[in-house]
């Protein structure tokens, strides 16, 4: 059955860092912050490895990613994730961050068109709010979204399908998901998405998100009005 014009796109889910907004570098400088803060690495082989970690898990809940890292020292999770997100949130705070080019325009084209648009990351509450208020985004969403009470980080499904509930979405099947990590990608199809599409903006490159199921592929989020109207 064709489902193209019984379920027309009305929800777009976007990742932020990486891809709707620029942060090259920072989660790397964060986590040397929290690595020394917290002494999660011995070495500087470890500490190549840990790197390394974070930048596979680009996308997943922070406090997930250190629970890894610490071997499940919940105390040292803590920790380390705590100075992780006060150093990100300096970052952007000294204005290290930006928007990826076009990706205001392209929320503001999706809204006046009557399409639902969320923003969601792994971040916690506190970096989000401190990204959105940086770029002066706090109204540029409809639905803003991080992990907490309830909601999952990614790779689970939690937070397209959240979005879906509280934007009112007809369908899974009028849902589209944008990111640019495979954690992202992994998300958006277990949420049934109808399409999910990859960036290459940020952490991971297309064979990457390719390998991971992604449906799509563009260089950046300017590029989705020409995935859009493969869909319509």
């Known amino acids: 059955m064709n489902t193209s014009h019984t379920h027309p796109i009305d929800l777009v889910v976007f990742d932020m860092a990486g891809t709707t907004v620029e942060d090259s570098g920072l989660v790397q400088r964060s986590f040397a912050a929290a690595d020394e803060h917290a002494g999660l690495s011995h ?26 890292l610490s071997g499940g ?16 949130g300096q970052l952007v705070a000294d204005g290290a961050c930006s928007a990826v080019p076009g990706a205001e325009h392209l929320l503001a084209e999706l ?6 648009t969320a923003l969601t990351t792994g971040f916690a509450h506190e970096t989000q709010q401190a990204i959105l208020a940086a770029l002066g985004w706090q109204d540029v969403a409809d639905i803003v979204l991080c992990p907490g009470d309830g909601v999952r980080g990614r790779p689970f499904p939690d937070m397209p399908l959240t979005a ?10 009028s849902m589209l998901v944008v990111g640019d990590t495979t954690s992202d990608i992994t998300s958006g199809i277990r949420s049934g998405a109808r399409a999910v599409v990859g960036v290459l903006t940020g952490a991971h490159n297309a064979d990457q998100l390719r390998a991971a199921g992604a449906s799509h592929v563009v260089d950046s989020v300017a590029d989705l009005p020409s995935v859009l109207d493969t869909l319509r």
């Open 43 to 68: 070495d500087s082989e470890e500490k190549a490895r840990m790197l390394q970690y974070v930048t596979d898990t680009m996308g997943q809940s922070k406090i997930e990613v250190f629970r890894h």
């Open 73 to 88: 020292n919940e105390e040292q999770a803590q920790s380390a994730n705590k100075a992780f997100e006060r150093c990100y």
């Open 111 to 116: 809204r006046s068109t009557g399409v639902a």
């Open 164 to 173: 879906l509930l509280r934007s009112g979405a007809s369908s899974v099947q």
